[in-house]
C-alpha cells in the first residue's frame, strides 16, 4: 500500500485546525434497522442495484434538502443511545438543513453527547467482515479505508447497522469534486482553487486506481466494480472531505459523527467537535448563547471562500469570512540564467515550482517575500539562493524575515505584477457575464448550470475584492505588513 499512503500523505489529506465540520448540506435516513453482524458475505450486485447505479451514479443517501430522511435520522439515533438534545433539524437560510435551538442555550454550554457506539471510525465494525479483513490485512490508510467502509455499508442498505446515516448523506454534494473538468475550466477559470479541485479530484482517483489494482481485482467477489467504482468512490471521498473531524483528546482520531455533522459553519464562532471524558461523549462548548429558533454553528477551521467550495460547496457573502485569502502562484522563469540552481535550492528545502502562497487584503507573508526575492535576485547573488528558499519554506533560523534592500523595489513590483495579471482573469471572467453560456439539455442540467455559475460568480466577486485591496496599498505600507503579518503554514 506503498502509493496509497503516498497519495494520502500528500495533498490528499487536509490539515484540518483541530475539528473542522461539514456544512450541513445533508439530508436523509431510512427507519431505524437493528444491527446484524454476518459471519461470511460477498457484496454481489442484483440486476435492480446495477440498474440504478447506471441511473443515479448513486444509488443510496438523499436529497440535499430532505428533511424527511433527517428527521428518521434522528429517531435512530435517539433509539441507539443519542442523550435527549437541545437541538433539531430543521430547514435554514444558511446550508438546506441546520440544527436550531429548541430552547435557550448557554454560552459555555457543553452540546451533543454523541456517543463512541454512534461514530464512524477506522476501528468500527464492518457488517461484512471479509470484506473488512481484507482491506486491514493490506494496512490501508485511514482515508481509503474509511471511504470504502462507507461504499460497503451503503451497498448493504438494511443490512449495515448505518442505513439511517447514510441514507441521510447527501447523494450530489456541491463541493468541486463533484464538478466535471469542463464545469472547473468553465466557471473557476479566474480562480486558483481550480487548481486544487483538479489536483484533489487526482488524487482520488489514483488512490481508487491503487486499490483496484492491488485488493479489489484479486478478490472481485468482495469488491464487484458495480459497486466499488470511480463514481463510487468520488462520493465516499466527497463524503470524508466535508465530513470527517479529528478529534483532538482522542490522539487526533479521525471520525464521522453522525448528528454533529448537520451543524454549519459560521466564521464568527470558534467552537469545535472533540471527545469530552467526563461524559464520554462527542461535544462541542459553545462560545456564544442561542435563543430557542436560532441556528446553531460550529467552525469548520480558518479557511478561505475557495476552501470552503472546494470541501462543502458553499461561499460565504462578501465580508462574513474574515479568514478568506486567495493564492498567488509564484513562477520562475525558466530563460533565468540561474533557474536550474533556484529550482534545487527550492527543492532542498521542500518546494515546488511554482509554489502557491495564501494572500490577504491585509497584506503578504514573509515566505512569499523570500520566494519572490529569490525569483527576482541576479546572478551575482546567488550565494543568497539557499537563504531564500530557507526562508520562503519557513525553515530560515532567522525570526524577523530576511531582507535585501536593493532588491526590495523589483521584488515588490514582480508581487504587484502577479496580482495584477490575477485580476485581470477575474475582470474578464465577471465581464463575460460569469463565463459563457451553453445550452442545457434538459431542465435539471439547467438548474445545475445556474447554481454552479451563482457560486463561482460570487467566489470569484470576493477573491477579485482581495486582489484588489492588496494592489491598492502603497508599496512602503505592503512592506511594513509583510514584516508584521502573522505568517499562515505552507502546505
Known sequence: MAQISRVLHTSLIPHFPQSPLPPSSHNGASPAVPFRYRTRCSISSSPSTTSRASEARIPWGCEIESLESASALQQWL???????????????????????????????????????????????????????????????????????????????????????????????????LYWTRSELDTYLVASQIRERAIERITDVEGTYNDLKVRIFSKYPQLFPEEIFNMGTFMWSFGILFSRLVRLPSMDGKLALVPWADMLNHSSEVETFLDYDKSSQGIVFTTDRSYEPGEQVFISYGNKSNGELLLSYGFVPKVGANPDDSVELSLPINKSDKCYKEKVEALQKYGLSMPQRFPLQITGWSLEMMAYAYLVVC?????????????????????????NYPELEEQTLQFLLDCCESSIAKYTKFLEDGGAPDSVPTNAKQANRKLLLKKLATELCTIEKIVWSGVCQQPACDLYSIVIHMETPEIS
Open 378 to 402: 541576479p546572478p551575482n547573488m546567488s550565494q543568497h539562493f539557499e537563504e531564500m528558499a530557507a526562508a520562503a519554506s519557513n525553515k530560515s533560523t532567522s525570526k524577523t524575515g530576511i
Open 78 to 176: 435517539s433509539e441507539s443511545g443519542l442523550p435527549a438534545q437541545k437541538m433539531a433539524i430543521q430547514r435554514v437560510d444558511v446550508g438546506e438543513r441546520g440544527l436550531v435551538a429548541l430552547k435557550n442555550i448557554r454560552k459555555g454550554e457543553k452540546l451533543l453527547f454523541v456517543p463512541p457506539s454512534l461514530v464512524i471510525t477506522a476501528d468500527s465494525d464492518w457488517s461484512c467482515l471479509e470484506v473488512g479483513n481484507v482491506m486491514r490485512r493490506n494496512s490501508v490508510p485511514d482515508w481509503p479505508l474509511l471511504a470504502t467502509y462507507l461504499i460497503s455499508e451503503a451497498s448493504l442498505m438494511n443490512s449495515s447497522r448505518w442505513c439511517s446515516y447514510i441514507s441521510a448523506l447527501p447523494r450530489h454534494p456541491y463541493s468541486l
